[in-house]
């Protein structure tokens, strides 16, 4: 079946280490996306990209990276620079916007 | 003002009852408008596209106001199952999404 698989469903980190989420599809689809999700505080956009190789910053980049080498995968990193990393992190992909978006379960990330 | 304007709620309604949730969004470029539904802990997941000419769904109705700059939802004899939040989505002209924080909506028996 197709679809978004996001790993690890739980992710514990100390403060100041970097971290990567894992975000695969077998949709086919171009465009990939990384939110974040706090209590209150509703889906937050970190990166976007729109085709492999290229990507483009969201509202709230700062202490994240991305890559896109392949079009199936779409990894975050959250860095040590991030200053409240704690939070539900959500992948989604879409064959066009116009169309809506598919979300992974997410992975939620815990920094003690 | 932000982008994605919703009412948090939350609205606690009988079964049966008939309930509408507003939006608004401050973008007159936005091209697309969807509903989404995310259930506690859950990722969230497409509820319905929303048109200018309305888009029904069942028990969902869904319509936009270019003019006012206005969506709404409705759902019409609301089942327990209804419980959720329900967030209301803008597309940008960047092609991204961007979403309100949601109206919660608890359905009692």
């Known amino acids: ?112 | 003002r932000k982008e994605v304007e919703q009412d948090p709620g939350p609205f606690n309604v009988p079964e049966g009852a008939t309930v509408a949730f507003n939006c608004t969004y401050s973008n007159s470029a936005s091209q697309s408008f969807f509903w989404y539904r995310q259930d506690c802990r859950k990722e969230p997941k497409l509820l319905m596209s929303v048109y200018s000419s309305g888009n029904e769904d069942g028990r969902f109705t869904a319509q936009l106001n270019r003019a006012s700059q206005y969506i709404s939802l409705l759902i019409r004899d609301s089942k327990l199952s209804d419980s959720a939040t329900y967030l209301c989505v803008a597309r940008r002209s960047q092609g991204n999404l961007i979403f309100g924080k949601g109206t919660k909506l608890s359905v009692k028996p």
Not at chain 1, 38 to 50: H, K, T, V
């Open chain 1, 1 to 112: 079946d197709g679809g978004i698989t996001q790993s690890p469903k739980y992710l514990f980190r100390k403060e100041g280490q970097n971290v990567t989420l894992s975000c695969e599809q077998n949709l086919n689809h171009d465009a990939m996306y990384w939110y974040r999700q706090d209590p209150g505080q509703g889906l937050r956009l970190i990166y976007y990209s729109q085709i492999v190789n290229d990507f483009q910053k969201g509202d709230i980049a700062e202490g994240y990276s991305v890559s896109r080498e392949k079009k199936e995968s779409f990894p975050l990193t959250v860095t040590s620079a991030q200053k409240n990393p704690t939070a539900f992190y959500l992948c989604a992909s879409s064959i066009e916007a116009s169309r809506g978006y598919t979300f992974g379960s997410g992975t939620r990330l815990t920094v003690v």
